[in-house]
């Protein structure tokens, strides 16, 4: 069996998408976008969903995938290309690394440019709690960590097992929305909390009940500089 067919045998999952051809390049500028936010992938162009090899004009999809990265993707999205023969057929692999310039957000039909990740095989939409972990871990400053008796609880819901929608948060811990969104990312990038979308938006449960008792300890000094996370 042939490196390509290998590949497509795979099906699409986590680092893989498949498409018949790119008739809009906005559509296809979702699924760079979502490899490049997350742990990169590839794009297989000329290869039905269910796997079947139906073959692609590869110059004219590289012009397509080209505007994608570039003029509806912000900032652009670095790719590779390589033309593969399969069955007597043209299918063309689009490689998206993992990128050092996150959070990328793509075009949509209404020009709102939206950020998305990839998850198994799906491509979701980022929420602004995600957006701000991305922006924090491409740069050095972070919101200030202040604790307090209602982050304490909520400190402890965590402790107790719960699995928290954003709302929830919140309102356990009594913060504006912004604030909220400030908390989780900075719990979120020391490694303390853990996020999933989920059938009612993204939840957020603890990760580490270790480093949470650090930082009910030690203090935030401890992970302020801290960018590494663990979303792969």
Same mark, same amino acid.
């Given at each position: 069996?042939?490196?390509?067919?290998?590949?497509?045998?795979?099906?699409?999952?986590?680092h893989?998408?498949? /498409?018949?051809?790119?008739?809009?390049? $906005? &559509?296809i500028? +979702?699924?760079?976008?979502?490899?490049?936010?997350?742990?990169?992938?590839?794009?297989?162009?000329g290869?039905?969903?269910?796997?079947?090899?139906?073959?692609? &004009?590869?110059?004219?999809?590289?012009?397509?995938v080209?505007?994608?990265?570039?003029?509806?993707? $912000?900032?652009?999205?670095?790719?590779?290309?390589q033309?593969?023969?399969?069955?007597? +057929?043209?299918?063309?692999?689009?490689?998206?690394? +993992?990128?050092?310039?996150?959070?990328?957000?793509?075009?949509?039909?209404?020009? /709102?440019?939206?950020?998305?990740?990839?998850?198994?095989? &799906?491509?979701?939409?980022?929420?602004?709690?995600?957006?701000?972990?991305w922006?924090?871990?491409?740069r050095?400053?972070?919101?200030?960590?202040?604790?307090?008796?209602?982050?304490?609880?909520?400190?402890?819901?965590?402790?107790?097992?719960?699995? %928290?929608?954003?709302?929830?948060?919140?309102?356990?811990?009594?913060?504006?929305?912004?604030?909220?969104?400030? %908390?989780?990312?900075?719990?979120?990038?020391?490694?303390?909390?853990?996020?999933?979308?989920?059938?009612?938006?993204?939840?957020?449960?603890?990760?580490d009940?270790?480093?949470?008792?650090?930082?009910?300890?030690?203090?935030?000094?401890?992970? +302020?500089?801290?960018?590494?996370?663990?979303?792969?």
């Open positions: 069996m042939s490196y390509v067919l290998q590949m497509i045998a795979e099906g699409e999952h986590q893989q998408d498949f /498409k018949m051809r790119v008739d809009d390049a $906005r &559509k500028a +979702r699924s760079l976008v979502a490899f490049a936010n997350t742990s990169g992938g590839r794009l297989l162009i290869v039905r969903d269910n796997g079947a090899v139906c073959g692609c &004009k590869a110059e004219e999809e590289y012009h397509m080209e505007a994608a990265a570039e003029l509806h993707s $912000r900032p652009s999205v670095a790719f590779e290309v033309v593969w023969k399969a069955e007597g +057929r043209t299918v063309l692999e689009v490689q998206v690394p +993992r990128s050092p310039a996150r959070p990328h957000f793509c075009e949509d039909a209404q020009g /709102k440019w939206l950020a998305y990740l990839r998850m198994d095989d &799906k491509n979701i939409k980022a929420n602004p709690v995600l957006v701000k972990v922006q924090y871990e491409m050095k400053e972070r919101s200030e960590f202040r604790y307090d008796q209602y982050v304490g609880k909520l400190f402890a819901a965590w402790r107790n097992g719960r699995v %928290l929608q954003f709302r929830h948060v919140a309102r356990i811990a009594r913060l504006p929305f912004t604030e909220a969104e400030d %908390l989780l990312c900075l719990l979120i990038v020391w490694g303390i909390v853990r996020t999933e979308p989920g059938p009612k938006g993204f939840t957020y449960t603890l990760s009940p270790d480093a949470l008792e650090k930082l009910e300890t030690q203090g935030p000094e401890t992970f +302020r500089w801290q960018t590494e996370r663990h979303w792969d």
